[in-house]
């Protein structure tokens, strides 16, 4: 399962998270975004700034407990950030709310710190390595192995200090303990699944919302307390900690520069690979604020300066406990960084412009490069596209293009008047039919709506009758039309105008039909009943007549019978 996942239902496709991704590691596919698991540094940006809760993080939570519902011995390094994240909560106090969650021993990761410290200050009086590239952060050596392979000598081959506390830890208690890392980092998630030293990782928010759930609260001590006595290693969280960490003396044999927040650092990492830079020791950390504060910590608000005054005073403070074990510990804190360079395949510039045509970009004024889909240039765009990182609807100044050409067609191809009116029904605008049904000229715009049109339907809406449907008027050159009066934005008002004199023409000819007709079938009607009253007339006369002669006959034959 993906380390960072996207809620489809939440994703707008603002383009916010693409905008922000330093290394453009997230893909558009029918309007929703996707993480690319093989080019993701997990820097955690696109989580920070997506406005519409589409990230989410995996949770080892459900993990942590199945640990603890197992019975295992659970330990927990704590990452000396935890001040920035549990203002006014002490080492003990976390400590104890972490055991009543069920966690059998609690320490800091600072421990390891101090080692990796050392390790970092016998690499420097080595000299051996033309530039030095801290690796505390897991993001940083990701993207170095992803898109700076040809500088991985540059990093320092030692793990980070929660690795290496999990070894140090795991050397004194046994290798059947489970450690879990409480911390501000999402990175930490992929580098413990790869460290096997690490089970599992808790990032502070997760831990905030745990305690919620449990009622529990930073209210008590722990009466005994693993807190370290070396403290120095509490700095690593602030911009140029882990430098102030190693000896004066070490320094000496390099420049030292510590470099915060994933654009930073790869300015610097283009120029050590141009060959601009030697001799340096760089502290390097995606996060603007170095470790301070984190995207496991984001609604945790703390003060950038208030956090980082609370790390430092924590430094200063002496530890009245006794020692902590692991602090003597040593182990193999080696590293070793494996080539995982992303392959992109780069098309021809044929091909580029092929793609930026169909978005309308054929002329150097068209390349606004105005960064709106998520890519610096729309050239970087066009490669995106290619690469099936990007759809072409992301450009919003093509879209906007689009939208208005087709406005534009429907504005001058439909049979209906449209005129634009301010607030005073003064013409602001019309369209080409509203031209040829009213006798529209240019000179028409600013002058009363009335001067065409009937007035009092304009009136009406003057009164606050509210928009006008299908009512009919004549206009000032004589034509009927059918007006509609709709309010827009700002005051304004839109008048849909449809030309009906033909429709009146032919509702007056057909209604002189039907009254013609009407009229003829009475006439034949008429005539047929005085037919019918002659015939019946004539009928009567023959009937007696007829009758008289039949009566005659009779007679005659029965007197015949007699003879």
Request: proline fraction near 4%; include cysteine.
């Amino acid at each position: 399962m993906s380390i960072i996942q996207f809620k489809e239902a939440n994703c707008k496709s603002c383009y916010q998270c693409i905008r922000h991704c330093a290394v453009k590691a997230i893909s558009f596919h029918d309007e929703q975004a996707r993480i690319m698991e093989d080019a993701c540094v997990l820097c955690g940006k696109c989580t920070l700034v997506c406005h519409q809760n589409a990230k989410q993080i995996d949770s080892d939570v459900p993990k942590i407990k199945e640990f603890l519902q197992s019975g295992a011995k659970v330990f927990v390094s704590v990452a000396p950030s935890y001040v920035s994240a549990y203002p006014g909560a002490s080492f003990s106090q976390l400590s104890a709310a972490l055991k009543k969650l069920g966690f059998a021993h609690v320490e800091e990761t600072a421990i390891g710190a101090t080692r990796v410290s050392e390790e970092f200050t016998r690499l420097i009086e080595e000299h051996k390595m033309k530039n030095i590239i801290t690796t505390c952060c897991p993001t940083i050596v990701m993207l170095v192995e992803k898109y700076y392979p040809e500088l991985i000598p540059c990093l320092a081959p030692v793990v980070s200090p929660a690795v290496a506390h999990a070894k140090m830890m795991r050397k004194l208690y046994g290798s059947r303990i489970k450690v879990v890392f409480l911390g501000p980092c999402i990175s930490k998630k992929q580098e413990a699944a790869q460290s096997g030293s690490i089970q599992a990782v808790l990032m502070f928010e997760e831990l905030k919302h745990w305690m919620e759930e449990e009622g529990i609260a930073f209210d008590e001590e722990d009466p005994e307390p693993e807190e370290m006595h070396k403290t120095l290693a509490r700095l690593y969280p602030v911009p140029g900690g882990i430098l102030k960490t190693i000896p004066k003396e070490a320094r000496r044999n390099y420049k030292t520069i510590s470099l915060d927040g994933l654009t930073r650092c790869m300015e610097i990492l283009d120029s050590i690979r141009d060959n601009n830079i030697e001799g340096y020791l760089l502290e390097m950390s995606s996060c603007e604020g170095s470790c301070v504060e984190g995207p496991g910590m984001q609604h945790i608000k703390t003060p950038f300066l208030v956090a980082k005054d609370k790390i430092l005073a924590n430094t200063r403070k002496k530890t009245m406990t006794k020692p902590v074990m692991s602090e003597d510990v040593t182990d193999d804190l080696r590293a070793v960084y494996n080539h995982t360079k992303v392959h992109d395949k780069i098309p021809d510039e044929a091909t580029i412009k092929e793609i930026l045509a169909k978005i309308g970009k054929t002329t150097p004024e068209s390349m606004l490069n105005c960064g709106t889909c998520g890519y610096p240039t729309c050239r970087d765009k066009a490669i995106a596209v290619y690469q099936g990182k990007a759809d072409l609807k992301m450009c919003l100044p093509y879209l906007r293009e689009k939208a208005e050409s087709m406005s534009n067609v429907i504005l001058e191809t439909t049979p209906n008047g449209l005129i634009m009116l301010d607030q005073d029904f003064l013409i602001l605008q019309y369209n080409r039919a509203a031209g040829e049904i009213l006798g529209l000229t240019p000179e028409c715009v600013g002058m009363p709506i009335e001067m065409y049109l009937d007035g009092a339907d304009f009136e009406k809406v003057r009164q606050g009758s509210g928009d006008i449907m299908g009512s009919r008027s004549v206009s000032a050159n004589g034509k009927t039309v059918e007006n509609s009066i709709v309010a827009v934005s700002n005051g304004d008002y839109l008048v849909v105008s449809k030309d009906i004199t033909a429709e009146e023409e032919n509702r007056r000819e057909m209604e002189e039909f039907r009254r013609e007709t009407i009229e003829t079938t009475q006439q034949v009607i008429d005539k047929q009943m005085r037919v019918a009253q002659e015939i019946a007339s004539l009928l009567g006369e023959t009937t007696g007549e007829t009758k008289a002669a039949l009566l005659k006959l009779k007679k005659s034959i029965a007197e015949d019978k007699k003879l």
